[in-house]
């Protein structure tokens, strides 16, 4: 794999494993990259806490051991400690998938006013960019602020996690505004986790998981390029950078 790595997508899935005697979630973690090349590999696998910092911390720092390098934009659900990571790890900024904000953003909404509310969020996903996009979620938040207050204050503090990828490349906009790349793959891990049910240990996820991503990656190395070279090139600082094959 030549290149660097501009964007990263994490996403967890959540599987039951037996520990200690009892049944707990425990959550499956995926990073799915795109080179400069324009192509997607999954890069890392991994279980554990995805709420703790020096979880996140851990699980970048290895990809950054196998040589990741010249990632900007890491696109995440909101994991807490994981936009403090990306920062340290690869001094990247934190995308918040747009998708569930808004799935969240709406639970503050009662159903029947939610056709309503969705109509006003998108237009801040509609503008033409970052400047304008913070203004019109700072107008629609300020118009939403008396009848949902708690909306208002959550559209305040993410702002400008939601609205990251504006950042980068227009032509690039659909795909790293959220995790929506990753769902097949999570949908893949559940479908597979549902019929075995409760997994004996930590080991046996990741070696379904692990199978599973080696397959995903065989699909995607004789695809069409996921973008295309031309419009990566301005995000690249070394064109020459291999990256280590993926170890679940």
Same mark, same amino acid.
Request: aromatic content about 6%.
């Given at each position: 794999?030549?290149?660097?790595?501009?964007?990263?997508?994490?996403?967890?899935?959540?599987?039951?494993?037996?520990?200690?005697?009892?049944?707990?979630?425990?959550?499956?973690?995926?990073?799915?990259?795109?080179?400069?090349?324009?192509?997607?590999?999954?890069?890392?696998?991994?279980?554990?806490?995805?709420?703790?910092?020096?979880?996140?911390?851990?699980?970048?720092?290895?990809?950054?051991?196998?040589?990741?390098?010249?990632?900007?934009?890491?696109?995440?659900?909101?994991?807490?400690?994981?936009?403090?990571?990306?920062?340290?790890?690869?001094?990247?900024?934190?995308?918040?998938?747009?998708?569930?904000?808004?799935?969240?953003?709406?639970?503050?909404?009662?159903?029947?006013?939610?056709?309503?509310?969705?109509?006003?969020?998108?237009?801040?996903?509609?503008?033409?960019?970052?400047?304008? =996009? /913070? *203004?019109?979620?700072?107008?629609?938040?300020?118009?939403? #602020? !008396?009848?949902? @207050?708690?909306? $208002?204050?959550?559209?305040?503090? =993410? /702002? *400008?996690?939601?609205?990251?990828?504006?950042?980068?490349? #227009? !032509?690039?906009? @659909?795909?790293? $505004?959220?995790?929506?790349?990753?769902? /097949?793959?999570?949908?893949?891990?559940?479908?597979?986790?549902?019929?075995?049910?409760?997994?004996?240990?930590?080991?046996?996820?990741?070696?379904?998981?692990?199978?599973?991503?080696?397959?995903?990656?065989?699909?995607?190395?004789?695809?069409?390029?996921?973008?295309?070279?031309?419009?990566?090139?301005?995000?690249?600082?070394?064109?020459?950078?291999?990256?280590?094959?993926?170890?679940?």
């Amino acid at each position: 794999m030549r290149g660097a790595w501009p964007y990263l997508w994490i996403d967890a899935t959540y599987v039951k494993v037996r520990e200690a005697g009892r049944i707990v979630s425990v959550a499956v973690i995926v990073a799915v990259g795109v080179n400069t090349d324009g192509r997607r590999e999954v890069l890392g696998v991994a279980t554990g806490a995805s709420e703790a910092e020096v979880f996140w911390k851990s699980f970048l720092r290895s990809l950054a051991d196998r040589g990741l390098r010249g990632v900007k934009l890491v696109v995440a659900d909101d994991h807490k400690g994981l936009r403090a990571a990306a920062a340290k790890v690869f001094s990247a900024t934190h995308q918040r998938c747009r998708v569930h904000w808004m799935l969240n953003a709406l639970a503050h909404v009662a159903p029947k006013q939610r056709p309503a509310v969705v109509a006003m969020l998108k237009t801040i996903f509609a503008q033409d960019g970052a400047a304008a =996009a /913070r *203004e019109q979620c700072a107008t629609v938040a300020d118009t939403l #602020r !008396e009848r949902y @207050p708690k909306l $208002a204050g959550r559209m305040d503090e =993410a /702002r *400008e996690d939601v609205l990251a990828y504006m950042a980068f490349p #227009r !032509e690039h906009w @659909p795909q790293i $505004a959220s995790t929506n790349p990753l769902e /097949r793959l999570n949908g893949e891990i559940k479908r597979r986790s549902d019929v075995i049910g409760i997994f004996p240990n930590d080991q046996a996820v990741l070696r379904l998981v692990g199978a599973l991503m080696v397959e995903q990656n065989d699909v995607w190395a004789v695809s069409r390029r996921y973008m295309s070279v031309e419009s990566l090139v301005a995000l690249s600082d070394d064109p020459v950078l291999r990256l280590s094959a993926v170890a679940a």
